[in-house]
């Protein structure tokens, strides 16, 4: 994320607790709006695909992927940049660019101008997130930092677990829009109010400027391979746009890591991965990411294309799996700070795929939803609030203190880019079936896709550190992190 510079603004006399709690709603909305976000374009994908028939899913899927590219090639530089300019600035600049892109996302008439909408929302939510947070640490005491953080991570669990019922209810009443012009109400109050409360930071010492050179090569690296994965079973996987793809991602790629290697202020810092445990988690949670993100789009397009559910129906369908994720992510971190990162990683990648492979072999195409569906997702549920944040804690927890900010983003990366992938392999795992039967075995397709990718990452977690330095520092911050970002 980012480094706090400024010591704690001084709070005037005159009622500084009220003057607190509208800081920690203000910062608290930012996540709110991202993770929020994120919950209900999954739940509008299947309207999206009414809404532009022509379009092929292929196409569709950079709705979500482009976002992700961005926001995850962003990230670190955003946090370094809001070191830089002042947590402030950066922060009102991201929300001004986000609550723009949701009002352009909102009004496209056309799949283009989408993307191009969903592409300046990850920048704004690329420089929204890791400021909001500086801000919220810098606006209270040492003493209240560990408390405020895990409430301002609870905001985005909140979203989590209620966006695809909130989402469905939404989209329903108004249109697949709304998920998009939710974010401008809320947007604007947070503008409004922030004006008045927030104070400014102070810019850190003058040093070496991002590179924001290196964040440019590799989205265009990220966006070349997932061109041609989405693309390849339409194209053919020896043609030669394809092949100019996968060229073109290899050579710009080898170019972003040479210069990240030499850069003095690189988006990826090539040293993080000295530390065993850091390479190893954030290996994990790339392979997990693209299970995870594949498998929350590939249920709703089920209930909706299989079993035939409408929006709302599916949305409120798959609403057990994030509540439970919301109310186990507290308890998993801090049992692991207790007994250890290993056992509670094997212990929920084991139950997540159990889940997976419960809904693989025993989802048919008859509706059963209490016997058969639920019990899958909340099997699921309960693996994936396991999981993630102890992931992200052991992630960093190798680390330096001074670097766990840094490390942490680079986790947050990993996962942003592992869910393109997976997006973009969801695509081409459920092609275009011409039977409901059909349909149904791509589907079983994609839930034993996700089970590998969960196999592969639980394999991954084995290599972790039992208990690695910093894990009491570093646990409860990567834990309310991650709550707040879980569905990103």
Known sequence: MTQVHAPAPRIPAANPSSRHRVIFVVTALAAFMASLDLSIVNVAFPALER????????TLAWVITSYGIVFGSLLVIAGRTADRLGSRRV????????????????LAPSVALLVAGRVIQGCGAAALLPASLSLLLAAFPSERRSQVVALWGGVGALAVATGPSFGAALITVGGWRWAFFVNVPIGAAAWIAGRRVLVRSRPGAPGAAPDYLGAMLIALTLSALVLGITEGPAWGWAS???????????????????????HPDPVLDLTLFRARSFS?????????????????????LFLTSVWHYPILEAGLAVTPGPLVVALV?????????????????????TVFLAGLVWLA????????????????TLIIGLGIG??????????????HPNRFAV???????????????????????LGTPHSPAEALAHFHNLWWYAAAATALSGIACTLISHRPRGVVEAAPVAEAVTEARVAV
């Not at 396991?386 to 680390?399: D, K, W």
Request: aromatic letters at 12%; a positive charge.
């Open 51 to 58: 809404s532009f028939p022509s379009d092929p899913r292929a």
């Open 280 to 300: 190893v988690a954030n290996a994990a949670t790339f392979l997990y990411a693209m299970g995870f993100f594949a498998m929350l789009l590939g249920n709703i």
């Open 386 to 399: 396991l999981t993630f944040p102890v992931l992200s804690a052991a992630a960093v927890s190798s680390l």
């Open 407 to 429: 490390g942490s983003a680079v986790n947050q990366t990993a996962r942003q880019i592992g869910g393109a992938f997976g997006i973009a392999l969801l695509v081409v795992i």
């Open 91 to 106: 922060f009102f600049a991201g929300l001004t660019v986000f609550t723009a892109g949701s009002a352009l996302c909102g």
């Open 240 to 262: 030669a746009p394809v092949v100019a793809c996968f060229a073109g991602a290899l050579v710009v790629g080898t170019v972003f890591l040479l210069r990240s290697a030499g």
């Open 329 to 349: 992510s507290g308890p998993a971190g801090r049992t692991a700070a207790r007994v250890g990162f290993r056992p509670v990683l094997i212990a929920g990648f």
């Open 361 to 376: 072999t025993r989802v048919g195409l008859q509706h059963d939803y209490l016997t058969t569906w639920l019990p899958g």
